[in-house]
């Protein structure tokens, strides 16, 4: 069994820290939005999706050098704080078989947080960050799945991925893989388990810990080698 995970918010809990920049970035430019607010509308998309989603919505593009300065404060922020999901590491003891992350982050910033947390070496080489491989589409498209799929020569319906957000189990779902959502990270919210559920999820968690367990049961419930 192939375990495919997405990183922020699954692994390194950076969304309410991605949120929080986001928030007081876009206030200077005169766009006003609550952290609360960044999360539920937009966790899983890339900051360059987000940018074309409020320059539509203002009727106007914004600040030039807005991207570079909100990656700048962003890669200074979690460079010095994030941290790991509690039981990060736990699981990935407990883990048999393959494992890969999948994220619509650059792999410079998934080196900046998976190296902080001591994550990146046990995952090396399997990193794949979508808009760097395959298509190079992020999620929701399945590009990130398809493409590591492709790489361990693995059927989707063997492996499972672990998702927090609509947008992220939409591409696993459509590529075919089966589906934990999770809402154990701190940016969680009352509500998002139901969301998960609704865009595919065929679980929802809080812990890391419930993962071995729940796989087992997808194996026992259709059939997946493990």
């Not at 399997?126 to 493409?147: H, L, M, Q, W």
Request: hydrophobic share 40%; with cysteine; net charge negative.
């Amino acid at each position: 069994m192939l375990f495919m995970f997405d990183c922020d918010g699954v692994l390194v809990d950076s969304e309410s820290i991605a949120a929080l920049v986001d928030a007081e970035h876009l206030a200077e430019v005169g766009f006003e939005i609550t952290p609360e607010q960044v999360i539920r509308r937009f966790a899983g998309l890339t900051s360059v999706d987000i940018v074309e989603i409020i320059e539509s919505e203002i009727g106007h593009p914004l600040a030039p050098g807005f991207l570079k300065e909100q990656k700048q404060e962003l890669d200074r922020r979690l460079a010095a704080e994030v941290k790991e999901v509690p039981g990060a590491h736990d699981l990935l003891d407990r883990l048999e078989g393959p494992l890969c992350v999948c994220s619509n982050s650059s792999s410079e910033r998934l080196k900046i947080t998976m190296e902080r947390t001591r994550l990146w070496d046990r995952f090396k080489p399997y990193i794949f960050s979508a808009g760097e491989v395959g298509t190079k589409k992020p999620k929701p498209d399945p590009n990130v799945y398809r493409y590591a799929l492709e790489q361990f020569r693995c059927d989707p319906r063997e492996a499972v991925v672990i998702e927090d957000s609509v947008f992220g189990v939409t591409a696993a779902r459509e590529a075919g893989a089966r589906v934990i959502g999770f809402t154990g990270a701190s940016h969680a919210w009352p509500g998002l388990a139901d969301l998960l559920t609704e865009a595919g999820a065929e679980t929802v968690v809080k812990r890391l810990s419930d993962i071995p367990k729940v796989a087992e049961a997808f194996a026992a419930w259709d059939g997946v080698v493990t």
